[in-house]
Structure formats: C-alpha cells, structure tokens
C-alpha cells in the first residue's frame, strides 16, 4: 500500500512539473513577450514596454517612443526619429540600449 501511495505521489508530481514546462513561453510564435508590461530604469528615464511598442520617458514627460520586436532573447528596437534600429541582448536584470544601462524595476 505504501509503495501504490509513493507511486501516486510521483505521478502527481510528474504531472505538475510536465504542465510547468508545456505552458512556459519560449519566445516562438504566438505567445506574450517577456518585455511586454515591463518598466526598465536609468536615473531618471523609465522606459516601459508594452507591445510592440516602447516609451522612454523623463520626469513623467514622453522624449522618445517607438516599436520593438524580441526573438530568440534579442531585443530590436526601432528608433522612428532616427530610422535606425539596434538589436540587443537582455542581460537578466539588465538592458543597454544606446549607451544607456536600464535596470528592470
């Protein structure tokens, strides 16, 4: 009876942990993006993400915005303003964007 209890035990935790990793995004079609709904900070700029677009603000005031796309943990973020686009890596708690190191809030 142990054993069938142990068994069961196992089976249970089989099952959470496969459902765990099959609803996990992996960045391929379809999902939500892990930038979206995000707020990074340098000083005194926030720039948030919400996609697929993105703000940098200053004070509360709107200086710069654009668009974004994320693949395979690369960031590319378009700059409207100047036509130019950079592509970048998230550093876990940590994007450089322009010279400029946002930390995630």
């Given at each position: 009876?142990?054993?069938?209890?142990?068994?069961?035990?196992i089976i249970a935790?089989?099952?959470?942990?496969?459902?765990?990793?099959?609803?996990?995004?992996?960045?391929?079609?379809?999902?939500?993006?892990?930038?979206?709904?995000?707020?990074?900070?340098?000083?005194?700029?926030?720039?948030?993400?919400?996609?697929?677009?993105?703000?940098?603000?200053?004070?509360?005031?709107?200086?710069?915005?654009?668009t974004y796309t994320?693949?395979?943990?690369?960031?590319?973020i378009s700059f409207?303003?100047?036509?130019?686009?950079?592509?970048?890596?998230?550093?876990?708690?940590?994007?450089?964007?322009?010279?400029?190191?946002?930390?995630?809030?």
């Amino acid at each position: 009876m142990k054993n069938l209890y142990k068994l069961i035990g196992i089976i249970a935790l089989v099952a959470v942990i496969g459902f765990s990793v099959a609803s996990c995004n992996k960045g391929g079609g379809g999902g939500k993006d892990a930038l979206s709904g995000t707020t990074w900070k340098y000083d005194d700029l926030v720039l948030t993400f919400k996609s697929p677009n993105w703000t940098i603000k200053q004070n509360g005031k709107e200086i710069i915005k654009g668009t974004y796309t994320i693949s395979d943990g690369q960031v590319t973020i378009s700059f409207p303003d100047k036509g130019t686009t950079e592509t970048r890596s998230i550093a876990g708690e940590t994007l450089n964007i322009s010279g400029f190191t946002f930390k995630k809030q």
